[in-house]
């Protein structure tokens, strides 16, 4: 099989930050039976904790054997992974995967052939994305966790399967390492980006992420998110919602839902019992609301229950406590300066 060079395209690098997962093998094994062009090279983030001195535990499969490299992470989160892993290639054109996707059928020749229709379009083009499936079961509705997930296959500009320019990705900064989450670290990119005059693209190469395995507090810890829209606004503005296609979720409801909770227990502790009755209806009320809005799509079994139920009590003031906590702390340094620049 041939390099994208060889093959007269635009030559190109996979970067692929990890943290061992076993998916990866998966990944690798999708990446060589896409077929020609083969990347110029395959680069790994081992983004486990310095204290795990084991090889990364991957199987390399014969058609890439000498493509691969494996370079050291920080363990600081998968936007200092990519910054790792781009600045240790050298070809124009970067595409990222995460470690648990599948790139579809001839990937490679259709990423090719996206890059190349970047290059010959009029105007500044710095990405190219990827079209994401997320398979869900046929025979029953899906999830709280899969209805998450499925979120990928609409979403703007993520890292799944993402390409970018090495001039666009240098004329920003790379990454903004801050975003310590796989969440808004590309939205934050993509709008720095355009904010500098650069375009965004969607190409024609498919990639399936499938939906991992979770606990049934995933949901519960995913309110971490919370702390990186907060940055989003002091960043962007708070507009950028709009501007991103991002979805505004139920922040509002949930502080509305929390600080209900909250005044009642202080009416009960300022003995007006007939306040916090009202106040505490109102809880009971939201979340009522909102655990309905998460059981009503989904399969409705035992265990399902038992996880909404339980999750839905606990993410209001779950995702209050990230977002206040991430909200008195001090504004950045310096804020973007409107050509998308960012130190």
Known sequence: ??????????????????LGRPSLNRTLQALAEAGPPLPRRIVLVDDRPATDCDPLPVRVPEALAGLVTVVPGAAAGPAAARNVGWRATEEEWIAFLDDDVVPGEHWTARLAADLAAADAAPGAIAGTQGRITVPLPGHRPPTDWERNTAGLATARWITADM???????????????????????????????????WRLTEGERHTVHPVRAADRWVSVRAQRGNADDVLMNRLHGPDWWQRAGAARGRLPRHLAVTAAAGAALGGLAAGRPRTAAVLGGLWLLGTGEFLCARLRPGPRTRDEGLTMAVSSLLIPPVATFHWLRAWLQAPPARWCDGTGVWP
Do not use: N
């Open 163 to 197: 390409a970018y320019r090495r001039t666009a990705l240098e004329a920003v900064g790379g990454f903004d390492e801050r975003f310590r989450r796989a969440f808004r670290e590309d939205a934050d990119l993509a709008l720095r980006l355009e904010a500098a005059g």
């Open 1 to 18: 099989m041939s390099s994208g060079a060889d093959a007269g395209g635009p030559g190109f690098a996979v970067v692929v930050p990890t």
